[in-house]
């Protein structure tokens, strides 16, 4: 049973992140929201909720998280419209950090 209920969060991690994207990419008006990368969703073993990881310009990041999370309700609801889920997860957005400390690591190596 334990391996059905990963393999159902795996899916529904990668269908959400999916979603996300596009929906970042086509279905919002606010510009600021163009330039955002979504890393990485981790829903919770009862899919209720999603913590969804992303990636923008290091400087930019509390400003974005902050409409990120405001548009949340907005995001919850066109997924709920665009996937078959019986309950959709209610989502929060923080920044991934890990793409920035990549960069900087092969930075500082290419330096050496």
Known sequence: MPQQLSFRS???????KRELTMLLSIG?????????????V???RDLTSAR?????????HKKIAQLLNKA???????L?????????PSLSFIYD?????????DDLLSKL
């Open 28 to 40: 919002t008006k606010d510009p600021r929201l163009k330039n955002v990368v979504i890393t990485d």
């Open 52 to 60: 969804v990881f992303f990636s923008v310009e290091e400087d930019e």
């Open 42 to 44: 981790i829903v919770s």
């Open 72 to 78: 949340g309700g907005f995001f919850r609801s066109s």
């Open 97 to 105: 950090t890990a793409p920035n400390t990549g960069a900087r690591m």
């Open 10 to 16: 795996d899916r529904v991690n990668e269908l959400i």
């Open 80 to 88: 709920s419209k665009s996937l078959d889920l019986r309950h959709t």
